[in-house]
């Protein structure tokens, strides 16, 4: 079966054994350590851990199609944002009548606009299994539209990497609007309970964390059976030579859109488990800037290897806590001077300089001539 | 040559097709037919009112200058190019201006091209694990996994092209004339109804020449090879039926003697590049 092959590749089994190990230390040492004691880990450091890893879920779905696929998209933000707003909409739903203005079923936000009643796209995500489709869904159909009408008209390189932008652009300004009935400007928030838990309660956050954790290990173990099947190498031909391709049989543009549309439903899985961990959705999700900065993440961590996109998606967003805590209006300054950094010094990023210190060569796309 | 007899197992080529695709018809004999095929770029006629018909089977060499538009002919075959007039026809049942190129090549057209393109991330062997014929829709594709026989097709076509020890080596660290051979051995995993084959020796020492022009040769029968080449020892060596284009169109079809013999084709060609 495709889908179980990385179990037998090295590379994988390092990185879910490097995850699982960390996983279970950081809940260790939150759980074990009373607070105040040195080696206790937070809750809001939990909560912050949580978000990278959200982070590095969508930083795996952009290298899918950037890394493999050669897909510049500028716009996977927007996937994120819409699969985290679905989420956000199921938490909403969630707070029933404990809103400022105690309205049985409608949002704060909607009294406060004098709705009279739930516009119809807000049915059904008081269910959590309709919320978790919609999760899939939202983004994966936007990608299924937007990829089709692009590939089919060929439409790759700079162009799509500009349409892609205009995209999540556009998606913000609409969702800036309070007639969208998305909460406009502050968007989504003060959220209390999800599946009858306590979002405030440390139990809560912990097994947010490690949902968070587990999830980016089953996204990155789908993305590499994917790539480690022929589907992949026809990917990578893709990528290097397009028009080739085409000319073997392939319609690539069907491959495409396959993959896109994989990457964009990941991006919203990563959306969904961001929202309650940062307890807020708002539209600078759908920033042109953000989906910039994924990219760099993928760009610094080393394209086409998956856990490039992990590690460098940790790495920068660390720093960013960081020195947005030191130098607050630094960040861009940095994060770009990083960038230039890296692309000069370290073309294949941070996981090429570790394939080349310590890692076994072990090849990305493996050929299974052996095991026929 | 075992491997020639598989090639030549006519039964076989079109059952991995996708069921959309129907079988060529050859009963009148002829495969390739384009009539009064023109095009042109920004005003200038790289083809010009073209008339060529391939029989089936037939081993057909072009010649020309550079700049007769071999290339774009091929171009146009394949769907890459759309012409302004004309026809094309692949056997009597498909009209090939209505297909796109993975259609072209589902039919059973497949091309070397003249600047060899191979995936150079990929190994020698996943170059030829991708060419190789089998359903190219995407879900068969994911889950697609080689059988012994064709990673058997596969170790025989590695020796065939000389790259059984290159086989794990990414194919971009290749030399000009191993991926010659590379992007053969991919044109054989297609198993093709009709080749068509852009400069097949460029870059190539003399055996390998003299090997290339077996390797056709036994092809032709049972294939239908269509080669554009400017060496004239490797033509005349292989040829049968030589068609001369210039500007745009033929200037000149018959056998190697007979058009080397043409004043015409004397004055634009083989005048300033004897033979
Ligand atoms: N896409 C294109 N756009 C503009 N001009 C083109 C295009 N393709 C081909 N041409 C022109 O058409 C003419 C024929 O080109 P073609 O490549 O078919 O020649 P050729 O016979 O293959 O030559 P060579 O022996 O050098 O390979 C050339 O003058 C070329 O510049
Ligand atoms: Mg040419």
């Known amino acids: 079966m495709w889908w179980l092959k990385p179990a037998h590749e090295p590379i994988t089994q390092r990185v879910l054994g490097v995850l699982a190990a960390s996983t279970t230390a950081v809940l260790a040492l939150h759980l074990l350590f009373p607070e105040g004691h040195a080696l206790h880990i937070s809750t809001y450091t939990l909560g912050l851990l949580g978000k990278y890893l959200a982070y590095a879920l969508l930083a795996v779905a952009v290298d899918l199609v950037w890394g493999y696929l050669g897909i510049l998209s500028l716009g996977h933000g927007a996937f994120f944002a819409l699969g985290g707003y679905a989420m956000g909409m199921y938490l909403m739903r969630q707070i029933g009548d404990r809103g400022a203005y105690g309205h049985p079923e409608l949002p704060d936000f909607m009294v406060f606009l004098n709705w009279q009643e739930l516009p119809w796209f ?110 992949g190498r026809v990917c990578v031909a893709c990528r290097d030579a397009e028009s080739r391709v085409r000319f073997l049989g392939y319609r690539v543009e069907r491959f495409q859109l396959f993959i896109f549309v994989v990457s964009a439903m990941l991006a919203g899985v990563a959306g969904a488990l961001y929202v309650p961990q940062v307890g807020i959705i708002n539209p600078s999700e759908f920033a042109p800037i953000f989906s910039i900065e994924i990219v760099v993440w993928v760009a610094l961590g080393g394209r086409a290897t998956l856990y490039g996109a992990i590690i460098g998606a940790l790495l920068v967003n660390y720093a960013k806590t960081f020195f947005t805590g030191l130098i607050p209006d630094a960040w861009l300054f940095i994060l770009g001077g990083l960038f230039v950094a890296v692309t000069l010094a370290l073309p294949q990023g941070v996981a090429g300089l570790m394939k080349h210190w310590r890692w076994p060569r072990t090849p990305d796309t493996t050929t299974q001539e052996a095991r026929a | 040559m075992s491997l020639i007899s598989q090639l030549r197992d006519r039964e076989h080529v079109f059952d991995f097709l996708a069921p959309d695709v129907s079988p060529v018809d050859v009963h009148h004999g002829v495969i390739l037919y384009m009539e009064d095929v023109s095009v042109s770029f920004d005003g200038f006629r790289a083809i010009n009112n073209l008339n060529l018909a391939i029989d089936d089977g037939e081993l057909r060499c072009i010649i020309g200058p550079n700049g007769a538009g071999k290339t774009t002919m091929m171009d146009i075959i394949t769907g890459k190019t759309r012409p302004d007039t004309g026809k094309v026809w692949f056997g009597t049942r498909h009209d090939l201006l209505r297909y796109d190129e993975p259609a072209i090549a589902r039919l059973g057209i497949g091309r070397k091209f003249q600047k060899p393109t191979v995936f150079e991330a990929l190994s020698v062997f996943e170059n030829l694990e991708l060419a190789m014929a089998a359903d190219k829709r995407v879900w068969p594709t994911l889950r697609a996994r080689l059988t012994g026989e064709e990673t058997d097709r596969i170790a025989e076509v590695l020796t065939l092209i000389g790259l059984t020890s290159h086989r794990h080596d990414p194919a971009g660290i290749l030399s000009h004339g191993q991926k010659q051979w590379l992007e053969i051995g991919m044109l054989l995993m297609q198993r093709p109804r009709l080749l068509l084959v852009d400069e097949p020796v460029a870059g190539m020492t003399e055996p390998e020449m003299e090997r290339t022009a077996e390797l056709l040769t036994s092809l032709a029968g049972e294939h239908s090879v269509v080669v554009v080449e400017h060496d004239m020892g490797f033509v005349r060596s292989i040829a049968r039926t030589v068609t001369v284009l210039h500007q745009g169109s033929v200037l000149a079809e018959g056998s190697m003697d007979e058009v080397s013999a043409n004043p015409k084709v004397i004055e634009v060609y083989l005048g300033e590049d004897a033979c």
Not at chain 1, 186 to 202: H, S
Request: hydrophobic share 55%.
């Open chain 1, 122 to 231: 807000w049915h059904g995500f008081d269910q959590f299994g309709f919320a978790l489709l919609m999760v899939l869904l939202a983004p994966g159909l936007l990608a299924l539209v937007f990829g089709w009408l692009a590939f089919r008209s060929r439409v790759t390189g700079v162009y799509l990497s500009i349409i892609t932008q205009a995209l999540t652009f556009a998606l913000m300004l609409a969702f800036f609007r309070n007639e969208m009935g998305f909460g406009g400007n502050n968007g989504l928030t003060d959220f209390k309970d999800m599946l009858g838990f306590d979002l405030r309660e440390d139990s809560t956050r912990a097994g947010l964390f490690t949902i968070t954790a587990i999830t980016l290990g089953l996204g990155f173990w789908l993305c590499r059976a994917l790539m480690l099947s022929k589907l």
